[in-house]
């Protein structure tokens, strides 16, 4: 076996199949010699082996020089002479792409036809590239980065009951896809739902916390139970929230039998055997042919139903072991690169599980803030969530477009007694009005305002009942298709096409030019014309680095400043806040010191000692750092000095038009470059964001390691 060989089973995905070819010694000359009858001796697979006989076709048709697209492209040759092979006919699927007719209307199935061909093009180039020449290899690399797809993250947050999964099944047309109702939500459970672009089944894949993360939650979870009963015995109140979280945990997978076991004998592997993958650190993959069957079958890894009567058949709960549930949708347009998120508000105590939290957290685009109608503007609980993660997803994140979703729009006490008309209108008037009253708490909230423009808040008075029932209002007043509308332009605008077909023409180009000879004179003519716009667009670039470093250098004085004046207040405040008093709050502040400076309460607003410490500081930089790493992506980071960066100017291009080919080709490079720099700036700019609580926190760790500190500051 050659490369040839390897390189195009590889890339055709028939892996299975490179030790069978190697086996029996298919090099690239027995490779278009073959036969059906030796590919059914081959390939005894019938899956692999259509796929196998579709690809030797193709393949076959190529080397004939049958016509297959317009696309027309000199490659390079596969000789030790060194020259090229000219006049090459490169396509995909038989049809010659000028005559082909789009067969849909839809610019989503244009572009998804668009980017296959393209991607089918560049996969029968691939596997011509038979030799390994300089030329060759870096061409296959080029062709293999063309591929950079990248989903926008869109989370969904919002209490228990408020109808965030109706919500998801609303929006994605989707009405039995996610278990919704009256089931009490699991919130440390995230539930992630994408297209499935595999296949036509709709499919769960269960990730699961590692045995040993659960072994250290099951001894502390353990001890929280025996400390409560200690305090119960002691006729102290024994409604502690956290003691019923525990023994729920605890009963929905082990039911009574955790009251007489020890840490030991509940990880025994019989409690685990309908989910081995558990053990395995594996996930489990659950595949159905109806969203019905996904959403009863996926309850028990994502929902705390046990007290509800309408699973009462369901023995076994797991969702204190599961970290994510990702559901795929089958043909579904809103996801194809859009994946929706339902996270829990205020992360998680497992660390595992907050680990992830935090990483999908600030990776999302939009953020959904769902609260029922009847009291948006007045649920705390909804705007504290939003409170909480503000910076994370702002400054420290990528957030562009935070919507607040006001859900049950339709719930009208006395509609019955009233005509369609007379509720439609009611509903309406009602919507607006909600409207108005929710915009007036966002212009309150100039902390958040900080970290966002204007124009990413917006406001949304949905009925995902309505929606799919459409007996009081149309279906545009439920303003469902305005959220659908909002994904499919996320989808639309999305730069994966854009991004692979021009990084296409880019390699095609490189092909093509560098079959064509130039003097040495001429290339060393524009080598050093481009060297030189080169020489000034860096001194740009750092110019206007340099005047950032020194504005944030400013900033962040002032705010060194503030911190050691108003430090000693943050922390008086903190640990004696107003109206906050008694054994309640105090237990909070003992477990804000044991989790290393953060509380996070079931309801409420979390307490986090180091990111109050960090205020100051971050409070110096928060606009500054908005402007020079916008989230909006118009201008770019740094003030559009990347955006603006190019070492090809109208006057180069025009000059040298016979060197037009290497040019585009040396275009397509730097646009690559440029959003893979701008990919790693988004990156990197989180992290520096989130290192001045990260250092405050490995600052006061010392303070937290040592108990009498606490204890000290409880009894001044």
Known sequence: MDDFVRDTLAQAGLNDLIKVFKDEGIDTETFYMLQDADIEKLIPKMGSRLKFKKLIRRLKGHQKGEEETGMTEVLPSTSDTGKRKSGQQLGSKGQPAAKRKCETNSSTETEAKMLNTVRNTMGDIYAMLQDDSDLNKILKTKIKNLETEKKELVGVFGKTGAGKTSLINAVLKEKNLLPSG?????????????????????????EFISPEDWEDELGSLLSIIKKGNQETEDNVDDSDEEHHDAADKLSALYEDEWKEKSCEQLMETKYFKEIPEFLCSTSKTLVFESAKDLSTDIVKYTRDAAKNEDYDKIKKWYWPLVKCVTVRVPDNPFLQHVTLVDLPGNGDRNKSRDTMWKGIFGDCSTVWVVTEINRAAAEQESWDILKNVASQIGNGGECRHIHIVCTKSDDIDDSHELTKAETQALILKRNAKAKLSVGKELNKLDKIKKHFSDECFQVFTVSSREFFRKRDLNPEDTEIPKLQEFLQNLNDCHSETLNYVSGAHGILSLIHGANLRKEDDRIKEVFEALEKNLTLQTKSVNNEMMKIFKVFEERLQEGVERSKNSYGNILT????????????????????VENEGVCRPKKGREMNINMNLTSPLTDSIDEEFRTTFPNDGKCGPFKGVIYGFSILTKELKEKYKDVELQLISLESEEERLKISLNKSIRKRKKTVYRSLAKTIGETMQDCYNSKKYIYIMLLQ
Do not use: W
């Open 573 to 592: 405040s903190t640990l004696y806040p107003r109206k906050r008093d008694g054994r309640g709050f105090h237990k909070q502040l003992k477990k804000a």
């Open 182 to 206: 009256s089931v009490s939500a699991c919130t440390s459970v995230m539930i992630k739902v994408e297209g499935n672009r595999q296949n036509e089944k709709y499919e769960a894949e269960i």
